[in-house]
């Protein structure tokens, strides 16, 4: 409108010249993209799909109880890295099993700040449990410094009592119960010393390194309400945990060694690991700690 003949030609030409360098971009890069798009997701297919045959190849059961501690650089490049190990734990259990990794939280919960929100403080072992932390539909059980998460079928009978205890691994814990729901630890990439369920089995025996005074701590619950409880903290100020011990009394089928996607991964039976474990602990209550330097 207002252009006169030779301005509204000039026009017109110089929306074609654009509609043709528009279509021709198009053209070259479109197909690209989804060509990015399309190797992206059979990558993630593919490690997916290894991590679940590697995992089962293990021992892990279908439809069982599996409380998994984990490294993701331990695995070698992960295409979408923490999610991807989530979903093929998740994939090797199939709908039937529950997954639980732990929420530890010790370093963000002190004794000069004893306040924990099971809904927003975070975990502090790793980026896998962080991530499967945050995930929609994954519950999350009440301890200041041992909570663990968890998703699946016996989720909630795992995680609920845990409220119960006065000591982080006590007799209502995740990890106590774990032998009793046929449970399966699985060490991903991080070795045998990281195994919080040594802990519970420390607690029936009581060493003389394992307890701090008693500490009250502040506890909000996951629908807001907030209440006081009074807990023995773990200590473990100078002694190196040796967890790897293990493999000293444990032997396969009760402790299977093998590799998921670039880790080393070990398998352990709960049940024969306290079986096991207890006894040697009862002999020696310093078996599984050296002094530190």
Known sequence: HGLSCHDRSAWRANQRRCSLIRGVLELAFFPIGVSLCYNDKMMNTNFLHQLTTDLLALGVRPGGVLLAHSSLRSLGHVPGGAETVIQGLL???????????????????LPEKPIFDVRVTPSNVGIIPETFRLRLGVRRSVHPTHSVCAVG??????????????????????????????????????????????????ELVVPPYLYDPPLEYQLTLADGTTI???????????????????????????????????????LI???????????????NPLYLIDRSA
């Open 91 to 109: 994939a090797a259990l199939g709908d039937e099993g529950t997954l639980l990794l732990p929420a530890l939280s010790y370093e963000h919960v």
């Open 153 to 202: 079928r016996l989720a909630e009978a795992l995680l609920t009592p845990h409220l119960l205890d006065t000591t982080p691994c006590g007799s209502h814990s995740p990890f106590h119960v774990l032998p009793n729901y046929g449970g399966q630890i699985l060490m991903l990439g991080c070795g045998l010393e990281p195994n919080t369920s040594m802990h519970a089995i420390e």
């Open 228 to 266: 006081r409880k009074t807990y023995l903290p773990h200590n473990f100020r100078g002694w190196i945990q040796r967890y790897d011990r293990v493999e000293h009394f444990l032997t396969a089928p009760a402790l299977r060694q093998g590799r998921v996607l670039a880790a080393e991964a070990f």
């Open 269 to 283: 039976e709960a049940s024969a690991l306290w079986e096991a474990a207890l006894p040697v602990l009862r002999q």
